[in-house]
């Protein structure tokens, strides 16, 4: 994904201006930086980052502010590329404990046996 695409927030009229950062030879296919503006258009946070790994903020109305790390995905369980490359959390989804399995009705399709 590449290109420009905004959000709105419908309450205060805020608006982040996103953009999708182009991969090249060596870069990383996840980057994103935005601007969020204001209803009156005025800048107010600087956003960078790969989303994949961590995302960064910047007060831009400080000018003594330094970027701050408000995002980190969760470090990835040994031997992750063998389990899909799923996180723990979504392993966990289907594990099914004793006392959840018998509250389940039979179409649950965690009881199918595929």
């Known amino acids: 994904m590449r290109g420009k695409s905004q959000i709105f927030n419908h309450t205060t009229g ?40 961590a995302m960064y903020i910047c007060d831009l109305a400080d000018p003594e502010a330094q970027d701050e790390e408000v995002y980190r995905i969760n470090p990835k369980s040994p031997n992750y590329e063998h389990m899909y490359f799923f996180s723990d959390y979504t392993l966990q989804i289907n594990y099914l404990t004793p006392q959840l399995k018998e509250r389940l009705p039979p179409t649950d399709s965690r009881l199918r046996p595929d």
């Open 14 to 53: 805020d608006i982040a201006e996103l953009e999708w950062k182009e991969r090249g030879w060596s870069g990383k296919p996840d980057r994103i930086s935005a601007i969020v503006k204001s209803a009156g258009g005025e800048a107010m946070y600087k956003m960078h980052g790969v989303f994949t790994e």
